[in-house]
């Protein structure tokens, strides 16, 4: 399968500053990624979708000022956490795909808030 | 988002078992995947099934796209202790976006 990158593997900030978390879709060009969030023990949620050159949309409950997302290029996306809070520690972990295609994952970034 | 109704929630088998998990959703999908997740890994693909009916085999895994486009099931055979990890459905839109099963958090005992 194709490879996505994940960077970094895991973080630990402090109350109130902010972190940022890339995706590369290493071998392929990605048109669409997508960010989700994973807590302990639990499925992966949506947090965001995002296309090359446009605004990411995002979903329900998912506050766009505080995770945001920039997809500059087909190949990378970068995700946010802004002002970060211990409730934001989480696993969070990016997918990339093209429209017709299966996406693939990242690593996962573990990100844990101090 | 919206989840799908994935089942069990967990397993825990002798090895040398079969295992058998499925997804149901109230909506249709182009799509079903099937990931394993190991423990702070990202989800690995399995197996991708793009046709309604169509039954995909991936060496002892097994895998069928429900005729009605909102199930599937997942069959493991001759379970072995590596097959130990979560198992992750998802169901795919046109343009991508995915939505995933609870999860089947299987264990199995040598």
């Known amino acids: 399968g194709a490879v996505v990158s994940q960077h970094p593997s895991w973080v630990i900030c402090k109350s109130g500053t902010s972190v940022k978390i890339e995706c590369r879709s290493l071998d392929f060009q990605a048109t669409t990624m997508f960010w989700y969030r994973q807590f302990p023990k639990q499925s992966l949620m949506l947090m965001a979708t995002s296309n090359e050159g446009s605004k990411a949309t995002y979903e329900q409950g998912v506050e766009k000022d505080k995770f945001l997302i920039n997809h500059a290029s087909l190949t990378l996306s970068t995700l946010t956490v802004t002002s970060a809070h211990p409730e934001d520690s989480s696993f969070y972990i990016c997918?990339?795909?093209?429209?017709?295609?299966?996406?693939?994952f990242g690593q996962g970034t573990r990100l844990t808030v101090v | 988002g919206q989840q799908l109704n994935q089942s069990p929630q967990s397993m825990f088998i002798q090895e040398g078992e079969d295992v058998s998990m499925n997804c149901t959703s109230s909506?249709?999908?182009?799509?079903w995947l099937w990931y394993k997740q190991d423990p702070g890994e990202g989800p690995v693909l399995l197996i991708a099934?793009?046709?309604?009916?169509e039954l995909t085999s991936n060496g002892r895994l097994t895998a069928q796209f429900g005729i009605t486009r909102k199930d599937s099931f997942l069959n493991i055979s001759a379970s072995i202790p590596s097959d130990v990890g979560i198992y992750f459905c998802a169901g795919q839109r046109p343009g991508g976006d995915m939505r995933f099963g609870a999860g089947t958090r299987l264990t199995v005992k040598p």
């Open positions: 997918s990339a795909g093209t429209d017709f295609a299966e996406a693939f």
């Open positions: 909506s249709i999908f182009n799509t």
């Open positions: 099934l793009y046709k309604a009916g």
